[in-house]
């Protein structure tokens, strides 16, 4: 029997599900257009019909992880604290979201930085959308006097920094087997980030 042919969306979609499998049990080595094809059933033509070459599939999956971020995110419940929904998106939000998708967390926030230019311009609307779901709940913080004399972007630099550096820990410690219940570390170290903002001026450093 011959493999099953494709097409549309349907199979686009089944394509980065399995690429998304692929790399994240065997790594980026491991994706290729042929084993992505194989994983579904379908044919190395169907894998460039439906989204291109190796970079086509990785930009896919950043397009898809940005915006699964972005969903999650913007899901939480809104309430009158603006510092406590920030929190919020960063545990119940961005937390939830990389222990559910590391091989999305990688190709978003890691494996973008060596990617190919072309393939970084590809991720830019996506990126953007994420990004200004965070933007959005740190101007929030701001109209309330929670970030001191930051600007909106340099508060958001650094809490989206602290969520990556805590985020690549909780999976480093998952690939380990010994990952304990990060919630309240990552509460307690964004809590301690905006306590400081809130008692500090900030500064810009020089250009």
Known sequence: MGRKRVHGE?????LLDAAERILEAEGLEALTVRRVAEEVGTTTRAVYTSLGSKDALITGLGVRGFALLAAEV????TTDDP?????AAAVSGFRNWALAHPALFQVT??????????VRLRFEPARKEALEVLLGLIRRLH???????????????QFSSLCEGLAAMDLRLATSGSQPD????????????IAGWQRTSGSTPAV
């Open 10 to 14: 349907e199979t686009a979609e089944a």
């Open 74 to 77: 913007a899901a939480l419940p």
């Open 109 to 118: 926030f890691q494996q973008r930085a060596t990617a190919s230019p072309e």
């Open 83 to 87: 510092a406590a929904d920030l929190i």
């Open 143 to 157: 109209g309330a006097g929670g970030i001191g004399g930051r600007t909106v972007q340099e508060a958001a630099w």
């Open 182 to 193: 990060s919630a309240p570390i990552w509460t307690d170290a964004l809590s301690a980030l």
